[in-house]
């Protein structure tokens, strides 16, 4: 569990009674103090996965509670709740030839002229089952498997340009018929008000942080093309969603004018 607080631009972040965090809001050195049973490892995964979110969060930067994978020339996040499946639809598209950019949390440089996915330290982080049912499909030619980490990044930086928010699908049988993926293009309030719930914010109630911050999740809503997408369960569909939603993005990229 985590709690945390501010005061006159410093920030602490503390876990299970173990380990707190200090950064300040110009992404200065971030300092761990250890007062509880926990490993370097530990303190170092937390670092990574938590508390580096808020640290650029909090020095203007926006970061959506997400995956992210590269797809032709730019990055696709992947937003969704805790266990939609996030981590697993990305790397079964990593099997088929795309590149995970991120695991868990999509950092984003947004300005007006451009919306840009900057590359966070990440770890394959999937259950035994999805791990297994990832490593077991079929690759294409180009594919990299879930363990691959020969699978670099192109750049530093790369333009997002589509976001998909995962639901829960209506009917759960893996055997009805049609389509794996049903997909729902969102725009203008319905997509800030999809995008906003996944959000990492430290706080609401600075309007200095939180004002800029709607305008900045406004200017994405409005530039970048966002799905509400829904997926039949069964990681034996896995290789088809992939294939549909590839064929999705395909389209998008064909029809999207440049930003």
Do not use: N
């Not at 699908?169 to 008000?193: C, M, Q």
């Not at 997926?231 to 440049?258: H, K, M, N």
Request: net charge negative; aromatic share 8%.
């Amino acid at each position: 569990m985590a709690i945390g607080g501010h005061a006159h631009g410093q920030y602490w972040m503390e876990f299970d009674d173990a380990v707190r965090y200090w950064f300040d809001e110009a992404c200065g050195p971030v300092t761990a103090e250890r007062f509880g049973d926990i490993d370097d490892a530990m303190i170092h995964e937390l670092y990574h996965r938590s508390v580096l979110p808020m640290v650029l969060h909090v020095s203007g930067r926006q970061v959506l509670h997400a995956s992210a994978v590269y797809i032709g020339a730019g990055v696709v996040g992947i937003c969704g709740v805790s266990g939609a499946g996030k981590s697993t639809l990305a790397y079964a598209l990593q099997g088929r030839g795309q590149r995970v950019w991120a695991d868990d949390a999509c950092c984003l440089s947004i300005a007006e002229d451009h919306i840009d996915a900057i590359a966070l330290p990440h770890a394959v982080r999937l259950t035994p089952e999805a791990f297994d049912a990832v490593a077991q499909m079929p690759r294409g030619d180009e594919g990299f498997s879930v363990t691959d980490r020969a699978a670099p990044v192109p750049a530093d930086s790369a333009p997002l340009t589509a976001v998909l928010v995962l639901e829960p699908h209506a009917t759960p049988d893996a055997h009805e018929a049609g389509p794996v993926v049903r997909a729902d293009r969102l725009s203008g309030k319905r997509a800030f008000a999809a995008l906003l719930p996944h959000a990492y914010t430290f706080t609401l109630d600075d309007p200095g942080v939180s004002g800029p911050m709607m305008r900045q999740y406004m200017r994405l809503a409005a530039a970048v093309p966002v799905y509400r997408v829904s997926i039949r369960r069964g990681f034996d569909l896995l290789p088809r969603a992939c294939d549909e939603l590839l064929r999705l993005l395909d389209a998008t990229a064909v029809s999207t004018s440049p930003r």
